[in-house]
């Protein structure tokens, strides 16, 4: 309500905690100044002497925040945030649960609050993908049911969980939950489990609703073009590749709901000690952007560019001791309109982060600068 801003949600085991930073967006002139004077800056209420983000921005330890008196449950490990930024879902690796923070805009005083446990889901919940929201129900306006569906893996069971955010607006007061929309067993490979990573890619069917405009009946056909599911799986050492695939729900009135159905289809062999997946881009012999799937093995020091187009991996990165987390900054000058690309990761083991240049035309392509 201020102006132009994000916030970033960080899972803290230790306290155990939601802690979340609030961002000013300095890319748009009209953003209001930066809390910390600089031009970027992340703010976090934090003590300057215990050098720690203040209790005010951190959320799920105090059980009175809540109308249900909960607190967070232990081990936060995976998180991830609705396309809207209101649901904030947490696993709990070690108490098979996930949680639900809910995520408010309406001013300083409105700050995320744990609001539910999900409880009973299979071993080892480790990692949360959202799934896109179809553009369909935001056009809608409200006429279409849908809850923001999210995916999560577990470490020791065969199985992903499909989770539902509800918002339970209708309510007085409202009490917004999770809940589980399906199992899914993870049988591609013999004694498959352990599931790490998981990201999901709905940009072939944004690609679809962006030639729709508001058109409800074009979005709706935009439903058939499935959102790819990528997991990264330890046994066997693979990237198992999936869908969602969503189902309208029609009546004589018209459209009424959409629901998500989730099947895995594929499997391609890495090196052991798969652990982490992003979507990213690397710049492509024509000098422009073409989308990749990176995935981690943590054991084996290597990372794997998967084509999503050509259905195969094209490039496997050396890296050093204990490669975990992964992001990617591929990005079109405005002024020149040359593409760049570079993955950044983090090392575990050593404690440094390595950039690694994302241009195929270069000598360089996949390793370490």
């Known amino acids: 309500p201020d102006g132009p801003g994000a916030r970033l949600f960080v899972p803290v085991r230790g306290d155990p905690s939601i802690t979340w930073f609030d961002i000013v967006d300095d ?14 800056c992340l703010e976090c209420a934090g003590d300057p002497e215990f050098l720690r983000c203040g209790p ?23 998180l991830a945030v609705d396309a809207r930024g209101q649901a904030v879902v947490a696993a709990h690796q070690t108490v098979k649960s996930a949680s639900l923070i809910v995520n408010r805009w309406g001013g300083a005083a409105e700050r995320p609050t744990l609001q539910y446990n999900l409880e009973n889901l299979p071993e080892g919940p480790t990692g949360v993908a959202a799934v896109p929201i179809p553009a369909l129900v935001e056009a809608a306006a409200g006429d279409i049911a849908y809850g923001a569906a999210f995916v999560v893996t ?33 049988s591609l490979g013999a004694r498959s489990f352990d599931s790490r990573g998981v990201a999901a890619d709905g940009r072939e069917r944004a690609a679809c609703e962006a030639e729709c405009a508001s058109d409800l009946t074009c979005l709706a056909a935009c439903l058939d073009v499935p959102v790819r599911l990528y997991l990264a799986n330890r046994t066997p050492a693979s990237l198992m590749i999936g869908r969602v695939v969503s189902e309208l729900g029609v009546t004589t009135a ?33 000098g422009e952007l073409e989308p990749r799937v990176f995935v981690v093995a943590f054991d084996a020091r290597l990372v794997f560019a998967y084509d999503p187009r050509t259905r195969r991996v094209d490039t496997v990165m050396r890296m050093g001791r204990g490669p975990q987390a992964i992001a990617v900054d591929a990005r079109v000058d405005p002024v020149t309109g040359a593409a760049s690309s570079v993955l950044y990761v983090a090392h575990f083991t050593d404690s440094y982060l390595g950039v690694v240049d994302l241009d195929t035309r270069r000598a360089t392509y996949g390793t370490i600068v």
Do not use: M, Q, W
Request: proline residues 12%.
């Open 27 to 40: 890319r748009d002139p009209a953003a209001p100044a930066s809390p910390c004077g600089d031009a970027f």
């Open 154 to 186: 577990h470490s020791f069971a065969a199985e992903l969980s499909l989770v539902r955010y509800e918002d339970d607006a209708r309510s007085r007061p409202p009490r917004p939950f999770l809940s589980r929309a399906g199992n899914v067993p993870v």
């Open 56 to 78: 005010k921005h951190r959320t799920g330890e105090l059980a009175y925040e809540n109308p249900r008196g909960l607190v967070l449950p232990v081990e936060p490990v995976g």
């Open 254 to 286: 018209g459209i009424t709901s959409v629901s998500d159905r989730i099947t895995l289809d594929e499997v391609v062999p890495l090196s052991f000690g798969a652990s982490n997946v992003t979507l990213g881009d690397v710049v492509g012999p024509g």
